[in-house]
């Protein structure tokens, strides 16, 4: 596969990562184990090189089966993981507030490095934007991990412009994670201009709209009950419904290229910019070997402006997130 660098680093990845959260979380009961074992491998195999986890999934038990599947691809794979949520000190499945507070970022890189089987997390996130601790003590505490050997690269999540420069003026962010899609388009006005300026990459989680862009979700579509989807205002029937439209113009783009809707939509992202390298997830090999097709996809400028128009006609319903989760992003 292709690879790109992320931003002004000298940080080179596959041109796609592997988001691996719904391996162990969020997306109904996980799967086996070993065969998420067996198909992060296959994504080695295949090219990708950059792998994308959190302390919070699970929490502890996606770095865990991250950790384990890449053991034998030690300094030839990019590992990401994240910082920043308070969990449950009772032990229980959800997080219970933000908290990157400097001592309590480097206790979580202490046991992320354990759980990761490795001797320096290759990017280390901060996961969502803390406001009881200023940024820049933030970024200085990664900075120290970075002196130390422990951290090699610094990033944020659904960080807003203003927070990103504050950052990035202590310590050099190498990447910031947010959602962007085609039906979730935010960071198109301030986000996107700041870090092309600054130099820095960007890496789209839930590219594929969390499964929707795929065409395979309609308003009939019953999700498990552990399935977070339920919880998002995006994913009722209504609106679902309503979204339709912008999978019909990816299937009808997919006809003409002989692609999937999936492949399109990853197609897209990637024409955008050089330094974009979004990170979709899927715990399906035939789903792993779609989305990989989509780095070899061409779209023609006639493609891309008829995406353009017909996107601009259409308009997602929903938000992205339950308002306290949307209350967390663009700080």
């Not at 970022?105 to 996961?127: P, T």
């Not at 388009?185 to 969390?210: C, D, M, N, Q, W």
């Not at 309609?218 to 209504?238: G, H, M, Y």
Request: proline share 7%; charged share 25%; net charge positive.
């Amino acid at each position: 596969m292709k690879k790109r660098k992320l931003g002004k680093s000298n940080l080179d990845v596959s041109a796609l990562g592997l988001g691996c959260m719904g391996m162990s979380f969020s997306y109904g009961p996980p799967p086996d184990k070993q065969l998420m074992i067996s198909l992060i491998r296959a994504a080695v195999e295949r090219g990708v090189t950059f792998f994308d986890t959190a302390e919070v999934y699970g929490p502890f038990i996606n770095e865990e089966l991250v950790g384990e599947a890449l053991a034998p691809f030690k300094g030839k794979v990019v590992i990401a993981t994240k910082f920043g949520f308070k969990l449950d000190p009772k032990g229980g499945p959800q997080w219970v507030g933000l908290d990157s507070r400097p001592e309590h970022i480097k206790q979580v890189a202490e046991a992320s490095l354990k759980r990761l089987k490795v001797d320096a997390i290759d990017l280390f996130y901060q996961h969502r934007v803390d406001p009881d601790v200023p940024i820049e003590d933030v970024a200085g505490a990664v900075k120290e991990l970075i002196k130390a050997g422990k951290v090699k690269h610094f990033g944020l999540s659904e960080a807003g412009a203003k927070t990103i420069r504050r950052a990035h003026a202590v310590q050099p962010v190498t990447a910031l994670q947010s959602e962007y899609s085609l039906w979730t388009r935010t960071p198109e006005a301030e986000v996107l201009p700041t870090v092309e300026e600054l130099g820095i990459g960007f890496v789209p989680y839930s590219p594929l709209g969390k499964g929707f862009l795929t065409g395979k979700i309609d308003q009939n579509t019953k999700f498990d009950s552990t399935d977070f989807r339920n919880t998002l205002p995006r994913f009722t029937p209504e609106a679902r419904e309503a979204n339709k439209a912008l999978v019909d113009l990816l299937g009808k783009i997919g006809q003409r290229k002989k692609a999937t809707p999936a492949q399109i939509a990853l197609a897209w992202l990637l024409s955008r910019k050089p330094w974009i390298v979004p990170i979709p997830g899927t715990t399906k090999l035939a789903r792993l070997e779609e989305n990989i097709g989509a780095a070899e996809l061409q779209l023609s400028a006639d493609d891309l402006r008829e995406i353009e128009s017909a996107a601009s006609k259409i308009t997602v319903q929903g938000a992205r997130y339950p308002e306290k989760m949307m209350s967390m992003i663009g700080r």
